[in-house]
């Protein structure tokens, strides 16, 4: 089944502690991005990855990193989470950067 | 920057209306995308739209380029389709993906 696969789905964690949301598809897409979703503010992007190596900020990149080492994965890294980064998060991927995306299931995150 | 204003922001109507969700943006788009994200939270592309008007089951999405406006319609509404209805687009010339409208919060009453 093509699908855009996140992991964890739920996470509590407190501020500083350095982690990583996963997020894997199987369709031999090109593209991938990372979203968050906060109540009044709708879905805003975080990072995006047109190939392999080849990784861009999107309009609220402060606070994270991502790394494309390999075409199925994109992980979201964060550092030093803060409070303020307590969200949902949507990973995403798409043949091109126009149509086809699939979304992964959702990571809420909450910080501490 | 592109701003992306859908409206209604929030609706409810009685099982078997016609319903329309609107999307207007400012600047020029590859293409435009509907969204549909049910209360669990995930996400569903419903429509890819770069011209015209496009339909499956029950749901018709329209653009209009030169107006600048998209509308997504659901004839025969059930229940079901209580759930938020985004508006997105693609920038034209651009390659950073989608820029989203506030989401349609869309509640079908039996």
């Known amino acids: 089944e093509a699908q855009v696969t996140q992991n964890p789905r739920y996470l509590i964690t407190v501020t500083g502690k350095k982690l990583t949301v996963t997020c894997s598809q199987n369709?031999?897409?090109?593209?991938m991005s990372w979203y968050r979703q906060d109540p009044g503010l709708g879905l805003r992007q975080i990072y995006y990855s047109m190939n392999v190596e080849v990784t861009d900020k999107g309009d609220v990149p402060e606070g994270y990193k991502v790394s494309r080492k390999e075409k199925r994965n994109f992980p979201l890294i964060l550092e030093s989470p803060s409070p303020n980064q307590t969200s949902l998060y949507f990973c995403?991927?798409?043949?091109?950067?126009?149509?086809?995306?699939?979304f992964g299931s959702g990571t809420r995150l909450t910080v501490v | 920057k592109n701003e992306v204003e859908q409206s209604p922001q929030n609706l409810t109507a009685q099982e078997g209306e016609f319903i329309t969700i609107n999307c207007s943006y400012s600047v020029g788009i590859s293409a435009l995308h509907w969204l549909q994200q049910h209360p669990g939270g995930g996400i569903v592309s419903l429509f890819m739209?770069?011209?015209g008007k496009k339909k499956h089951g029950r749901l018709i999405a329209t653009i209009n380029i030169q107006e600048k406006h998209s509308s997504l319609h659901i004839t025969a509404s059930h229940p079901r389709d209580s759930a938020v209805y985004i508006c997105a687009v693609i920038l034209r010339g651009g390659a950073d993906g989608l820029t989203f409208g506030k989401g349609t919060h869309l509640i079908i009453q039996p």
């Open positions: 739209l770069s011209s």
């Open positions: 995403a991927s798409s043949h091109n950067w126009v149509n086809g995306y699939t």
């Open positions: 369709m031999n897409h090109e593209y």
